[in-house]
T-cell receptor, first 116, second 116 residues
Framework: AQKVTQAQTEISVVEKEDVTLDCVYE???????LFWYKQPPSGELVFLIR????DEQNEISGRYSWNFQKSTSSFNFTITASQVVDSAVYFC?????????????WGLGTSLAVNP | DAGVIQSPRHEVTEMGQEVTLRCKPI?????LFWYRQTMMRGLELLIY????????DSGMPEDRFSAKMPNASFSTLKIQPSEPRDSAVYFC??????????????FGNGTRLTVT
């Protein structure tokens, strides 16, 4: 079965704190892709990052970093020195494999509130 | 470049009425997805098209829902008759790559549907 679990439903931090959003996935595929999307209060879903199963290098983009560990089936997302503009719902997703059928398995999201 | 364009942004209708949601994908993207987002169920894939052909409509809730993609630049999602439980935010997304699993989705701003 394919599954994505974001155990943290809501997180609240004070500006400038570091925060890590957890994502644990399940899949039997040896080749798969993981994604993070951001949904700010305005409602649109914005793609943040993609990682394939063969690339376990951590990635850093400004204040954002991602830690992919196949051994624990996790793809965690850290925001360093959080800002109010980081307040959003963050979704982790996994591409399922079913022939040529392309589907994303979504987590339920983590709502992050960054307070001034 | 223009992103995915959805209309209307908001729709309020009475139970039993027909509702039509519209989507213009990003030019050159050959895969299009319709999603529904609710608090209870999160993001659900309703249907997706590849090169204007429906590939997977297993997420369409029931016969009241139908989707078409008459050409590469336009798609509709129709609900007839609408019911209060259809109230949700409906997203359209597109991606290049013919449904490749590593292609990130580009989402529209969504249509917030309220059925009273």
């Amino acid at each position: 079965a394919q599954k994505v679990t974001q155990a943290q439903t809501e997180i609240s931090v004070v500006e400038k704190e570091d925060v890590t959003l957890d994502c644990v996935y399940e899949t039997r595929d040896t080749t798969y892709y993981l994604f993070w999307y951001k949904q700010p209060p305005s409602g649109e879903l914005v793609f943040l990052i993609r990682r394939n199963s063969f690339d376990e290098q951590n990635e850093i983009s400004g204040r954002y970093s991602w830690n992919f560990q196949k051994s624990t089936s996790s793809f965690n997302f850290t925001i360093t020195a959080s800002q109010v503009v980081d307040s959003a719902v963050y979704f982790c997703a996994l591409t399922a494999h079913a022939g040529n059928n392309r589907k994303l398995i979504w987590g339920l999201g983590t709502s992050l509130a960054v307070n001034p | 470049d223009a992103g995915v364009i959805q209309s209307p942004r908001h729709e309020v209708t009475e139970m039993g009425q027909e509702v039509t949601l519209r989507c213009k994908p990003i030019s050159g993207h050959n895969s299009l997805f319709w999603y529904r987002q609710t608090m209870m169920r999160g993001l659900e894939l309703l249907i997706y098209f590849n090169n204007n052909v429906p590939i997977d409509d297993s997420g369409m809730p029931e016969d009241r829902f139908s989707a078409k993609m008459p050409n590469a630049s336009f798609s509709t999602l129709k609900i007839q008759p609408s019911e209060p439980r259809d109230s949700a935010v409906y997203f359209c997304a597109s991606t290049p790559g013919g449904g490749r699993r590593d292609s990130p989705l580009h989402f529209g701003n969504g249509t917030r549907l309220t059925v009273t």
